[in-house]
């Protein structure tokens, strides 16, 4: 019998994010009620301007377009000299004047790339733009007891500034995907124009997704996903988006070009409208707004103002530090930490400045991160009890041989807890390293005397022998006893014997 050939094609993904980032000002896109939304009683920052009254005219906030214009800069973007503002028309309860002013064929800045490193190899992702504009109201569905359902609507968010951050399908893959996204977030924060907060919904991403035989330049028709609200989430959306489009032309079949949302209980991604039904959102320009110009004496004062971003941080950190490439990266990953490492190196005062760096960042990446996960918390979280100063006196125990691992681990976890210091903490316990000879000696006599066959076993050239006596010796002790000085002391008492 002959068989025919299964043919099975490679397809490779091709993505590109769009993502939603809340600018952080004082107050509003186009009034001066101020932007605090997420912490005000529902409807209490309001004006006639952010609930869309008529015969009201808005005015542009310079804060939100010089966040616009760093970010810009910050992704190597050309700022625009004259950008202008658009209506985007669409009908929603939640944007109550019926339309949205946003940017469409001039935004403030274009063309420009952010890095992306995977497995040490880096590559640049195209950046198509960042644009301005402003955010919804936030409608709540409700149900009362009878089962009859309504929706409430909050105008607080309603008229917020929002920037957009379109990306090129530059992204082959959920992990680079995921890579993108958390470097454009660190890159906010860094820059201080938002919190990047996702599941506050500060920092929105949709996705789009298209797949297409490995070798062909021409893309595959895409699939926007939407409502993912964590880094989590968007990657098992694409991951699973990916595989559905490759099953659908494996088997024959077409993509269709659709708006699909994820579903993180189901762990799918479901239809939700096709381009059929997409929008015809009849932009055109914003005739209540002056055409903003961009002077490019302005915007090199505002490119003065960049501070060190992730990337420069992370070569300086392994330049000045001599850290690893995974160390430096997991610390410049949040500014927070990587400020706190820097302060935590400048405190502790033992040992050379490379000794100190691996110290701090051992404990910070180790220990400190673990007891932060497990309280869920940041490091710069406002109930964190511990400051740079408690994590240097450790990394100075430490070095000073004053306490042994075990020890320092307690005394971090303590710290931790009750915000008392490391070496406070290390006095009362009684539990400060033992460094004597003399205070040693018992320990080690007692342990040679109990334990003939190691004895033996060393005497006779099993070398190793002498760490089941260190063990001894350091259980003895509770731990307390310096390893290096046990081991040199029996090694000696051991020696004498041989000869
Ligand atoms: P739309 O007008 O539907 O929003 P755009 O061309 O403006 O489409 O692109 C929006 C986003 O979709 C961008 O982030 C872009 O990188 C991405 N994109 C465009 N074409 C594709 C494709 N074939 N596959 C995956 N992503 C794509
Ligand atoms: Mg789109
Ligand atoms: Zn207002």
Redesign the pocket.
Known sequence: MVQTPVKTVAYEA?????VHAQVLTRSKMFCGCAADYQSAAPNTRVCPVCMGMPGVLPVINKAAVEATVLTGLALHCTIAERPKFDRKNYPYPDLVKGYQISQYDLPISAKGWLEIDLDGERRRAGI?RVHLEEDTAKLLHRSDPSGESYSLIDLNRSGTPLMEI????DLRSAEEARQYLMKLRTILQYLGVSTGNMEEGSFRCDA???VRPVGSTA????V?VKNMNSFRSVYRALQFEVQRQQDVLQSGGRVVQETRGWSDAKGATQSQRSKEQAHDYRYFPEPDLPPLHLEPAWVEQVRSRLPELPDARRDRFQEQYGLSLYDARLLVASKALAEFFERTVAAAQSGDAKSRAKGAANWLLGEVSRLLNAEGVEIDSPNVKIGPEHVAEIVDLLEHKTVNQTVAKEAMEEAFRTGKKPSQIVQERGATQITTTEAIAPAVDAAIEANPQAVKDYLAGKETAVKFLVGQVMKATKGRANPTMVQEMLTQRLSARKA
């Open positions: 091709v993505i590109g994010l769009e198509t379109v990306g090129e399908p789009n997704v298209s893309y595959g028709t895409k926007e």
